[in-house]
Nanobody, 126 residues
Framework: QVQLVESGGGSVQSGGSLRLSCAVSGHPTNFYCMGWFRQAPGKEREGVASVGGLGTTNYADSVKGRFTASRDDANSLYLQMNSLKFEDTAVYYC?????????????????????WGQGTQVTVSS
């Protein structure tokens, strides 16, 4: 059974940094599309960043230059978040598309990602 488990969330002041991790278990390879999404209170879930099987990344305009998504050979996904802003406060989710080796056609659309973690809370105080 495939599982995605996020960790690393917490509370930080504006301008601070956090690093999120997502561990994937139950899938035999590391060559697929993964993404980070977030959902703030009262808002729809939105895409933050994606990482393809070869490491190609794509970012939402709101986080470009501040967030860095990466993955390793051990089926883990990471999101380094720097210069955090109050508006980055949200529950952050990792997601996967195991049938896609890259994320080019996935964009950062929630509906394109069938597998999800349970989420981790990130709170940025101003």
């Amino acid at each position: 059974q495939v599982q995605l488990v996020e960790s690393g969330g917490g509370s930080v002041q504006s301008g601070g940094s956090l690093r999120l991790s997502c561990a994937v278990s139950g899938h035999p390879t590391n060559f697929y599309c993964m993404g980070w999404f977030r959902q703030a209170p009262g808002k729809e879930r939105e895409g933050v960043a994606s990482v393809g099987g070869l490491g190609t990344t794509n970012y939402a305009d709101s986080v470009k230059g501040r967030f860095t998504a990466s993955r390793d050979d051990a089926n883990s996904l990471y999101l380094q978040m720097n210069s955090l802003k109050f508006e980055d406060t949200a529950v952050y989710y990792c997601a996967a598309v195991f049938t896609a080796t890259n994320c080019f056609s996935m964009s950062l659309e929630v509906a394109n990602y069938p597998f999800w973690g349970q989420g981790t809370q990130v709170t940025v105080s101003s």
